[in-house]
């Protein structure tokens, strides 16, 4: 059975620092395009960055540019987001999802297997 698993979720002050770490099971992760989202309380789930299986090249949406970075592990099948510099409005729940329909970011329409997500507090 194909699982994922977020860890690594907090209560950070403004400008600090996570990383979030997400345990892919069940399925060799060089075959899966792997992304992070969140969602804010009362906003809609929003991609936030993205590793390609191809040639893990990677996609951020523009807010988090030079702040968060993805990174993988196919070795330990293991994906991680750290973010650094976090503001107030990246508190959300992120979750780490995956597919193996597609092999780059820009291509794919929809993810397989997401996980229960982890709760990032910024607090101002």
């Known amino acids: 059975q194909v699982q994922v698993a977020e860890t690594g979720g907090g209560l950070v002050q403004f400008g600090g620092s996570l990383r979030l770490s997400c345990t892919v099971s069940?399925?060799?992760?060089?075959?899966?395009?792997v992304a992070w989202f969140r969602r804010a309380p009362g906003k809609e789930r929003e991609g936030v960055a993205c590793?390609?299986?191809?040639?893990?090249?990677?996609m951020y949406r523009d807010s988090v540019k030079g702040r968060f970075t993805i990174s993988r592990d196919n070795a330990k099948n293991m994906v991680y987001l750290q973010m650094n510099d976090l503001k107030p409005e990246d508190t959300a729940v992120y979750y780490c999802?995956?597919?193996?329909?597609?092999?780059?970011?820009?291509?794919?329409?929809?993810?397989?297997?997401w996980g229960q997500g982890t709760q990032v507090v910024v607090s101002s």
């Open positions: 999802e995956a597919t193996g329909r597609w092999r780059r970011c820009s291509e794919v329409q929809e993810y397989d297997i």
């Open positions: 069940g399925v060799t992760l060089n075959s899966q395009t």
């Open positions: 590793s390609s299986s191809s040639d893990s090249s990677t």
